[in-house]
């Protein structure tokens, strides 16, 4: 059974530009999560899509969405990057219901430059 | 808002040596408890986790975890380390009984284990 699938593994960009990550998750669940780990504040939890839908949100600017489609996959955004974006962002897909565990990717190394 | 202190940044032990790290939650309500592991270059994997009932949880490889209601806490223990259990560990928690929907992270600990 293939894992949580992040794409890119590492991006570059330059301060003031817009980015977009993706991630698979394992076949048949429905939730999709993402986290933010910088060195400084550890694992923090960005946004958690259900079903195509946002069901938790955390507390990061606007300027951090995302999405999910039909086929579970998803998407998240950053817009106007700044240095302090820098960081390695985590995907993670469970059920979505029940206490079957939380898997996580392999995560997208971002550097704002 | 919910936090998650472990109070262990960094441990050294010797092969054979008994592991605790400690992890505290601040939140009075329903909590569902996790840790996770993340060994060199590899991604975050669940060790265990904590729903309900019996507050001794035991998860893979020797590990298990006492869930302390009145203490706020879910410390990790296992009785005799071995070398490859070097990584990072975090604790995390779910306020609400809401399974893996949100999980807040504590900081992580650093486990070193000397052959």
């Known amino acids: 059974k293939a894992g949580v699938t992040q794409t890119p593994r590492y991006l570059i960009k330059t301060r003031g530009q817009q980015v977009t990550l993706s991630c698979s998750p394992i076949s048949g669940h429905r939730s999709v999560s993402w986290y933010q780990q910088t060195p400084g504040q550890g694992l923090q939890f960005l946004f958690e899509?259900?079903?195509?839908?946002?069901?938790n949100k955390g507390n990061f600017p606007g300027r951090f969405s995302g999405r999910q489609f039909s086929n579970s996959r998803s998407e998240m955004n950053v817009s106007t990057l700044e240095l302090g974006d820098s960081a390695l962002y985590l995907c993670a897909s469970w059920r979505g219901t029940g206490d079957s565990p939380l898997h996580f990717g392999n995560g997208t190394r971002l550097t704002v430059t | 808002a919910q936090s998650v202190s472990q109070h262990n940044h960094h441990v050294i032990l010797s092969e054979a040596a008994s592991l605790e790290l400690g992890c505290n939650y601040s939140y009075g309500g329903t909590v569902n408890l996790f840790w996770y592991v993340q060994y060199p270059g590899q991604h975050l994997q669940l060790l265990l986790k904590y729903f309900s009932g019996d507050p001794l949880v035991k998860g893979i490889k020797g590990f298990e975890a006492e869930f302390i209601k009145s203490k706020f806490s879910f410390n990790l223990r296992k009785p005799s380390v071995q070398w490859s259990d070097t990584a990072e560990y975090f604790c995390?928690?779910?306020?609400?009984?809401?399974?893996?929907?949100?999980?807040?992270f504590g900081t992580g600990t650093r486990l070193l284990v000397s052959p």
């Open positions: 995390a928690v779910n306020a609400g009984n809401t399974g893996f929907q949100k999980l807040v």
């Open positions: 899509y259900f079903s195509e839908t946002q069901r």
